[in-house]
């Protein structure tokens, strides 16, 4: 049996009668068991558009025989049968299903993408680390309906998935940053108070630096990763909260940092650990994930500037 992470939101309508609903529903899939549930937390809307309501997020824990593909399936089904409807990426959603974890596979299966041949591309988990306590390490749907990724994309700097989550399953492993779900959710507790931001080369770095600056007026401190690095090069001195990468490749591996993947020929990377992946042959939606994941980070700046202006 393997272990699922799955993360509730909803911010529409009924919302805590839909989520128990939702758990309800999970307990009931075949071949599976729900182990553990967490309570429901408020958190702004990030990104999409304006003017919607808060979300109530949570978290359960599953153990199950079935595949990453079958829970999907199953996921999206009960979506469906609680009310969901698939429209404007990031608007509000009368319950939101994400699988966030499944074991310590790591799956990138996206269909229709055009110049990628469809497929399962499943690496090795690096191997166990400690977490931020020295212990040893092991909800937004934004995909399209078929694609099948895990880890989920942008768990790992959400504030809104980390918190219920860790309240859950706090020892599942994030496969691809190494790191436990309790750690990556410390990190945005206790991580220096700023974002790092890397480029294909230092100088399209610093142009991304200007624009992140000019989006968020300063707050917060938004600085490149080569500078970070000079200042903070001894032992010990805290990760930033947020590193974002810039890749103009344009199938970079959002999951997040792989050791073997084509990102390494960015130099002096963290070799653990969260990192944002944004593909920036669009300028216009790069920025739009960026500053979506700077809000994710500190939830406080929904309001200041959504990505969707």
């Known amino acids: 049996m393997a272990h699922a992470l799955v993360a509730l939101g909803s911010n529409l309508g009924a919302r805590t009668e839909r989520l128990d609903d939702a758990l309800a529903e999970l307990a009931r899939l075949p071949n599976s068991r729900l182990i553990r549930r967490g309570g429901w937390v408020e958190t702004p809307p990030i990104g999409g558009p304006k003017g919607q309501g808060s979300f109530l997020n949570g978290a359960a824990l599953m153990s199950t025989a079935l595949t990453p593909r079958q829970m999907l399936a199953e ?25 966030l974890l499944f074991d310590q596979i790591v799956i990138e299966q996206r269909h229709g993408s055009p110049g990628r041949r469809p497929g399962v591309a499943t690496h090795p988990a690096p191997p166990r680390s400690a977490s931020l306590s020295g212990e040893a390490a092991g909800c937004h749907a934004d995909d399209a309906i078929d694609d099948l990724i895990v880890p989920h994309p942008r768990m790992a700097f959400r504030r809104f998935v980390l918190e219920p989550a860790a309240a859950v399953a706090p020892w599942m492993v994030h496969p691809t940053s190494g790191w436990t779900v309790q750690a990556l959710c410390e990190q945005l507790v206790h991580g220096d108070d700023l974002v790092a931001v890397i480029g294909d080369a230092p ?71 969260p990192i944002a992946w944004i593909p920036s042959t669009d ?23 959504s990505p969707s202006d």
Do not use: C
Not at 78 to 91: P, T
Not at 285 to 296: C, F
């Open 75 to 99: 996921l999206q089904r009960i979506e469906m049968q609680l009310g969901r409807v698939r429209g404007q990426r990031w608007a509000a959603r009368a319950l939101d299903l994400d699988l």
């Open 203 to 273: 100088e399209e770095a610093a142009v991304w630096v200007e624009r992140l600056r000019q989006r968020f007026a300063g707050d917060p401190e938004i600085v490149a990763w080569g500078d970070y690095r000079v200042k903070t090069s001894y032992p010990g001195f805290p990760r930033p909260k947020l590193i974002l990468a810039f890749s103009s490749d344009r199938w970079v591996n959002l999951t997040a940092f792989h050791a073997a993947g084509p990102s390494r020929r960015m130099p002096n990377l963290p070799t653990s650990g």
């Open 283 to 305: 300028a216009a939606e790069a920025m739009v994930e960026a500053a979506a994941a700077v809000q994710a980070v500190w939830p406080e700046l929904a309001s200041a500037a």
